[in-house]
């Protein structure tokens, strides 16, 4: 669950990104005094996340603006749907809107995309999870997408478990004194017994070795279809075993289908396409209007992907 403590910081920088002195174009164009009300519309269908990094793009901003979220994070839309609406002043709801988008697009778009992979594994006990191969700074937020397309996550960072790959393996046994068991029991008597101990192979020739030094995850990494079944099988279930490497929405039911524990899919994050959502708002003029406008004149823009 996203807290305040991890929004406000990511957003505020954002906002001050995008307009670090104002916004000059609302400031010149929009009376002070209009008014916004807008709807966050689905183009297509999908599974909303973000809805709170969306509200805070404006709250922070100015917290005059109303923002009601219509649907829950985690929920399925239909092209055309109405998920959220804000209003307030409109040089407010004008500033933010850009900010709000880019949030709320790129993370309903991994949440579509992970339910996507999800979908693919019904059936099987294996888990979608997601990679360290984040938006630097925004992986917070994009690993709660995940989530909310029902996948889940893998070590949040270097400093939350030992994940031992073929280059550490690689240094580990490079004078050709250690055996890699033993190079991984070291390892391991070094660590609480509360950290975790994942190790990577790329080879069938590594299961016994590796598992001989009590790892809690074996990661098959890059293996082909039948060298995978065989792998499980020799795991027997001493382990959790993760397969990653060429996982994509083609092959991911196959890989599934050897009964592996966890799939890790570095594209749910460093691939993904933003989702086709547009802020249709309404402007009001309340009081002085812009040069050529009436009093109380009514203006209709959209904000959709394409808009700069």
């Given at each position: 669950m996203l807290t305040?403590?991890?929004?406000?910081?990511?957003?505020t920088m954002a906002l001050n990104e995008d307009a670090p002195w104002g916004d000059l174009t609302s400031q010149t164009l929009i009376p002070l005094d209009a008014t916004a009300d807008a709807r966050l519309v689905a183009r297509e269908p999908g599974v909303f996340s973000g809805g709170a990094v969306f509200a805070a793009a404006f709250a922070l901003l100015d917290p005059t603006v109303d923002v009601r979220l219509l649907l829950a994070d985690g929920s399925r839309f239909d092209a055309g749907a109405t998920l959220a609406t804000v209003s307030g002043p409109a040089r407010s709801v004008l500033q933010?809107?850009?900010?709000?988008?880019?949030?709320?697009?790129?993370?309903?778009?991994?949440?579509?995309?992970?339910?996507?992979?999800?979908?693919?594994?019904?059936?099987?006990?294996?888990?979608?999870?997601?990679?360290?191969?984040?938006?630097?700074?925004?992986?917070?937020?994009?690993?709660?997408?995940v989530r909310c397309g029902g996948g889940h996550n893998h070590r949040f960072s270097l400093s939350d478990a030992v994940m031992a790959k073929d280059n550490h393996l690689a240094v580990l046994t490079r004078d050709g004194r250690r055996s890699l068991t033993d190079a991984l029991l070291e390892v391991r008597a070094k660590l609480s017994h509360t950290t975790h101990l994942e190790?990577?192979?790329?080879?069938?020739?590594?299961?016994e070795p590796v598992l001989a030094a009590g790892v809690d995850t074996i990661m098959l990494d890059n293996f082909s279809l039948p060298d995978m079944r065989v792998g499980v099988a020799q795991v027997a279930g001493r382990a959790i075993v993760e397969a990653s490497g060429s996982v994509n929405l083609g092959t991911v039911r196959s890989i599934a289908e050897t009964g592996v524990d966890v799939i890790s899919v570095g594209a749910l994050t460093h691939s993904v396409r933003s989702l086709d959502l547009g802020l249709d708002v309404t402007l009001t003029a309340e009081g002085a209007a812009p040069a050529g406008n009436a009093d109380d004149a009514t203006y209709g823009t959209t904000a959709g992907p394409g808009t700069p």
């Open positions: 305040p403590l991890q929004i406000t910081p990511i957003v933010s809107e850009r900010v709000a988008l880019n949030f709320v697009q790129r993370l309903s778009g991994i949440a579509t995309l992970t339910a996507a992979y999800v979908a693919e594994t019904e059936g099987t006990q294996a888990r979608i999870v997601d990679t360290r191969k984040t938006t630097p700074g925004l992986r917070v937020l994009e690993r709660h997408a190790a990577e192979v790329d080879r069938l020739d590594q299961v």
